[in-house]
């Protein structure tokens, strides 16, 4: 798993780097790091990190944060039901789901509240105050105001947030689409034009999954490919 936004990059599998942020690599120091280093042991299964801190579950499903002035792993309450997790620079807050579905917003001080909602949640991105979640049946909802609105574009198997306001997704039958703000090309449609609804990009329907940077896309294929 890997994760890379703004400024500095995460790797999941217990290593970690950074050449901006002093706080933010949690090797419980404040010194930059420009290679790798190892974070704990061999025990994490996913992560997400952003120029704010970082978010991180473990093998036994606890939730775990740093950065934003602490710079070693913190345990995030006591539960060990956690299934997923996004780190968002909007009030340095992250969002979790856990495994039964529930989706949970996390406050600077790594106080926990429940969306209030009957939706079994699966994926949830956030970058700035902008979030979209994932739900079991594949619709797709924003969650910007606190309250889900279904985005009405479905069903999808995967989303991507971009740093500048610019959106993607994968269909359940394997086509990929972006909308949102285009100036450096990222949306992938060969323009510069921004796009307020989904476009498909390309005519492939076996894209698998894809990860975003503030200016730039990756993606995989099921074949393997990048």
Same mark, same amino acid.
């Given at each position: ?47 997400? +990190?952003? =120029? ?7 093998? %036994? *499903?606890? $939730? @775990?944060?740093?950065?934003? /002035? !602490? ?44 969306f209030n909602n009957n939706i079994n949640w699966i994926?949830?991105? +956030?970058? =700035? ?7 079991? %049946? *594949?619709? $797709? @909802?924003?969650?910007?105001? /606190? !309250? ?79």
């Open positions: 798993f890997f994760s890379s936004r703004r400024r500095h990059t995460r790797l999941q599998g217990d290593w970690s780097s950074d050449v901006c942020s002093s706080d933010l690599v949690g090797d419980g120091t404040n010194i930059d790091k420009n290679v790798p280093i190892k974070i704990g042991d061999k025990e994490w299964i996913g992560m997400s +990190g952003t =120029e704010g801190g970082t978010i991180a579950i473990k093998i %036994d *499903g606890s $939730l @775990w944060g740093w950065g934003n /002035g !602490t710079n070693t792993p913190v345990k995030i309450g006591n539960d060990n039901d956690w299934l997923k997790c996004c780190y968002i620079d909007y009030q340095d807050s992250a969002l979790a789901i856990k495994k039964d579905g529930s989706l949970w917003y996390i406050y600077q001080n790594n106080s926990l509240t429940k994926d949830v991105r +956030g970058q =700035e105050s902008n979030i979209f979640g994932l739900a079991n %049946d *594949g619709t $797709l @909802w924003n969650l910007n105001t /606190g !309250t889900p609105s279904n985005f009405s574009f479905s069903p999808c198997k995967a989303i991507e947030l971009g740093e500048v306001g610019t959106y993607y997704a994968i269909k359940t039958d394997g086509t990929l689409w972006a909308w949102g703000d285009n100036t450096y090309g990222q949306i992938g449609d060969g323009t510069t034009l921004a796009k307020s609804s989904p476009v498909q990009i390309g005519v492939g329907s076996t894209w698998k999954s894809i990860s975003v940077g503030e200016l730039y896309v990756v993606a995989i294929k099921n074949d393997g490919s990048l």
